[in-house]
């Protein structure tokens, strides 16, 4: 049977719809989510400081406890998003999300903050797990590349509307509480979106004997490197980009312009790989995307400016842009149809893996040697992720991809 669909006027045929409905709800639904957590994640930092006097150190060990909760509970995910329903694991792990949201607004202490913070992360990491799963099964196969770079527009919206809105709506009411309201309702509207996707039923796993292929996608460990690698410097940067600029260039409201800039490089290198992704020119965008990011980390830790401080924003979004979608490009296509679940936790595991040893490590380093080595280390983990690349991942992966 042929999948194309037949142009009415001349008898051509045209490619497969990419903007399905279900696609656009799944798109749109992981917008909300990510909006619902972004909208939080630079004011923070200011909140336990302000809130609860704590410093440095404290912070990056606060901020790290829902990077545990994610890291733990991704590779079982994977697992249930395989063995069971996707759209009612989905809807599961998204009104977790939603009720974890409600959970700020009883936080009354540090420890209670740093609790709530730790289990937010479960349903949050699961959620997005089960949505990306769920779009890549409602594309259809001709697309599925292109869509899965288009998929993480949605993010990349999110992380440039988001961050800015927060800290204007902060700057505005002085208001925390307001902040934790409004990530509320948004997830609330996102999981109601959920709720709408129709996807088609597959073959889930058979019950086999559990074994590590069935929350680790084996098959993905070099992939896997390269991510961590990647998330280690991007967790380092981001949880302590507002601090840093206040307190080294005088910049007091520069990380919600920080997070737009860093997005717009996002979503042009997304459109831009999108096609090159469709026409099967996975390594070759990974390979750019690599280059482009270790450029804008090298420059952010090696220049102490204003301008270095936001032209590495747009260097690092053009990279990322670039290399995230190929890599997990790369991860379904490594994977069986009814491992994607397993593929998707694989890749975003290792992506908490490596912000979480970031933030934490970032912290350690920041407090006792000072923010410039803290940014260089992230500098040099993204080194070693690009010399991976080069030497190992782009060859194993031409010769061990299922399609």
């Known amino acids: ?59 990056g060990a606060v901020l790290s406890g829902y990077t545990i909760a994610i890291m733990l509970v991704r590779p079982f995910s994977g697992y249930l998003i395989d063995s069971f329903n996707r759209h009612k694991v989905l809807l599961l792990f998204y009104s977790l999300a939603f009720l974890m949201c409600g959970m700020y607004l009883i936080s009354t202490s540090l420890l209670m903050f740093t609790i709530v913070r730790t289990l937010h992360g479960a349903p949050y990491g699961a959620t997005i797990i089960a949505n990306s799963t769920v779009a890549i099964d409602v594309l259809h196969p001709e697309r599925r590349a292109e869509g899965i770079g288009y998929y993480g527009l949605s993010n990349n919206l999110a992380t440039a509307l988001s961050p800015s809105l927060g800290i204007f709506i902060y700057e505005m009411t002085g208001n925390f509480q307001l902040l934790f309201v409004i990530s509320m309702a948004v997830a609330g509207i996102g999981m109601f979106i959920a709720s709408k996707i129709e996807i088609r039923q597959r073959e889930p796993l058979r019950r086999e004997k559990l074994s590590l292929d069935r929350f680790f996608l084996l098959a993905g460990w070099r992939q896997a490197v390269i991510i961590c690698c990647f998330g280690l410097s991007y967790g380092i940067l981001s949880t302590y980009l507002a601090i840093y600029g206040k307190e080294q260039l005088g910049i007091s409201s ?77 991860f379904i296509n490594l994977a069986p149809n009814n491992k994607r679940g397993t593929a998707n936790s694989t890749l975003y595991s290792s992506w908490d ?37 080069f030497t190992n991942v782009r060859k194993s992966y031409e010769a061990c991809k299922l399609r």
Do not use: C
């Open 353 to 389: 893996a490596g912000v979480g040893i970031g933030i934490l490590a970032g912290g350690i380093v920041a407090e006792s040697m000072g923010y410039s080595l803290a940014f260089w280390a992230g500098a040099i983990a993204n080194m070693l992720g690009v010399v991976f690349f």
């Open 254 to 330: 520069g990380t919600g312009i920080y997070f737009m800039i860093l997005s717009v490089g996002l979503i042009l290198s997304r459109i831009q790989g999108g096609r090159a992704l469709r026409d099967g020119r996975v390594t070759h965008n990974a390979a750019v995307g690599v280059v482009i990011s270790v450029i804008g980390y090298t420059l952010f830790a090696a220049v102490t400016d204003m301008w270095a401080y936001y032209a590495s924003a747009f260097i690092i979004g053009l990279g990322n842009g670039h290399m995230f979608p190929a890599i997990q490009t790369m």
């Open 1 to 59: 049977m042929d999948n194309h669909e037949h142009n009415a006027t001349g008898g051509q045929t045209t490619q497969p719809r990419l903007w399905n409905r279900n696609y656009t709800r799944a798109w749109t639904a992981n917008f909300m989510l990510y909006v619902s957590f972004m909208l939080i994640v630079p004011i923070l930092p200011l909140y336990l400081n302000d809130t609860y006097g704590a410093g440095k150190h404290t912070i």
